[in-house]
């Protein structure tokens, strides 16, 4: 039986049923999962700087839909163990890591609701979930919010942040934060105007008043091996071919930290996947104003239920 975690998961808008619990991975990283119980299980599969709470609307709205979830706090964020003593860094050596993560988060699963779940995944969440599903790991149907199979950025930024890396992994100074990046960097120290994550500013405010009422789910910019890690993950995935499932992408018209063309060029190459377009919309799909998310989780069940 895995140890109960704290957790205010009452206070995230999550039923009151939930609980939360700790994990260890294969290398002794301990991780935080959020479990409400339900006849069916959606596996919850969050982005870089998430942690369980922020999903608490989007359980509440599974749980009206008859379906339980599970949320995991990835290694490095949320209440998971951080890798340096600057835990605001995010940082990991290689995504391979992550795939621990999820290996712990499926055998808590099986031994709560044994048999193949559909997987929502978000942004980095949706990277490490295709990882997984082309490694065969167990899965009905898979959704995807903007996931990151490319960054934003000018390829020629991105290159020189490769070579930088290269360049400082022999001294471990790609432990470092990446550049333009910093502890304050992202939600924190951002401002509802010219955000690119929500169009709502009831949700923006909610996910940051979140973080202000717990500073321990606080993250701050990537490390410079994170970032080398990333785009190296984000190039193997590109060279292989799609998982044979059903699947679902939503990409949001003002994305702007994903590449959307990475998006479009993987959904090409899915047969049977279905790509919903929402104009206007930002990053964060999940916590858009209500007629995007309100779609988005429509046609999520919809591809769950079939």
């Known amino acids: 039986m895995a140890e109960r975690a704290p957790a205010p998961l009452a206070e995230c808008g999550a039923p009151d049923t939930g609980r939360a619990f700790w994990l260890q991975a294969a290398d002794g990283v301990r991780l935080r999962v959020g479990y409400w119980p339900g006849e069916r299980l959606a596996l919850v599969l969050p982005g870089r ?16 839909a008859g379906w339980g979830a599970l949320v995991v706090d990835w290694r490095g964020q949320g209440l998971a163990d951080r890798a340096l003593a600057d835990g605001l860094r995010g940082h990991v050596g290689d995504f391979a890591e992550y795939q621990r993560d999820l290996d712990a988060v499926l055998a808590f699963a099986e031994g709560e609701a044994p048999g193949p779940r559909p997987w929502l995944a978000h942004s980095m969440g949706g990277c490490i979930a295709l990882r997984g599903l082309m490694r065969g790991l167990p899965c009905k149907a898979a ?31 790609d432990r470092g934060y990446a550049p333009t990046t910093g502890a304050g960097f992202g939600l924190p120290s951002m401002g509802f105007e010219g955000n690119n994550l929500t169009t709502d500013q009831g949700q923006f405010e909610r996910m940051k008043a979140q973080i202000l009422g717990d500073p321990r789910l606080s993250l701050g910019g990537p490390s410079l091996r994170w970032m080398a890690a990333a785009l190296a993950e984000i190039a193997a995935l590109a060279a292989r071919p799609s998982p044979d499932m059903p699947a679902l992408f939503g990409l949001g018209g003002a994305e702007g930290i994903v590449a959307p063309a990475a998006v479009r060029d993987r959904v090409a190459r899915w047969p049977g996947a279905e790509l919903a377009d929402y104009p206007g919309a930002r990053h964060e799909l999940l916590m858009e104003r209500p007629e995007v998310r309100e779609d988005f989780l429509a046609r999520v069940l919809a591809l769950f239920s079939r």
């Open 49 to 64: 700087t998430e942690f369980i709470e922020k999903y608490g609307l989007v359980v509440r709205d599974l749980a009206a």
């Open 143 to 173: 959704a995807f919010s903007a996931p990151m199979l490319g960054l934003a950025q000018e390829a020629g930024k991105l290159r020189a942040l490769g070579w930088l890396a290269a360049l400082a992994r022999p001294l471990r100074a």
